[in-house]
């Protein structure tokens, strides 16, 4: 642990499990402080669970707040930056992890499926994105830069191979990854 990020704040979604809670915890342990974004659905984006995002930002600690409303909406992408904005003073790192599946073949997909998965794992990127990159711009002119005086922010986007070279069943998946 180096601290490199000390004084910097993240927003991780899809932050509760695998991959986006080692990124949060990544983050914190480098100094961040984490908005662990997570609204705690199944892989297929049912149901939903606020104790996700909850028990990942307790076991983080103090550096750590807990969101746990679905981040695929402008309207709450929006809270989610004001949250950061509030509690820890800015946004500086935003990566964009939270993704669902609903496979099938192309011809036996429901439109309502499809129309899920893109919402989840690329609008929602986009909204983030766009609430938060105002933000962080305005904080750049602000001399909110880093230790180097450069100015200083982070988009990360995760994506995946299905992107590249698509993946039997996940045309949606696939669709989204590549327009990350």
Same mark, same amino acid.
């Given at each position: ?52 995002? %909850? ?29 950061? $904005? ?67 922010? %982070?988009? $990360? ?24």
């Amino acid at each position: 642990m180096t601290g490199l990020l000390e004084g910097r704040t993240a927003i991780v979604t899809g932050a509760g499990r695998g991959i986006g809670r080692a990124i949060a915890e990544a983050l914190a342990a480098e100094g961040a402080s984490v908005i662990v974004a997570d609204n705690g659905a199944s892989i297929a984006g049912d149901g939903g669970d606020p104790d996700v995002a %909850r028990e990942t930002a307790k076991a983080i600690g103090k550096k750590a707040i807990a969101f746990s409303e679905s981040v695929a909406s402008p309207g709450v992408a929006k809270q989610l930056v004001d949250l950061a $904005v509030k509690n820890f003073g800015g946004i500086d790192i935003v990566v964009n992890n939270a993704a669902i599946l609903r496979d099938a073949f192309v011809f036996r997909a429901d439109p309502g499926d499809w129309d899920a998965v893109i919402r989840t794992n690329l609008s929602a990127a986009f909204y983030l994105i766009n609430a938060a990159s105002g933000v962080m711009r305005d904080q750049g002119k602000a001399g909110r830069g880093g230790k180097d005086g450069y100015d200083w922010g %982070r988009i $990360v986007n995760i994506v995946s191979s299905a992107g590249l070279y698509g993946n039997l069943g996940q045309a949606a998946y696939a669709s989204a990854k590549a327009g990350l």
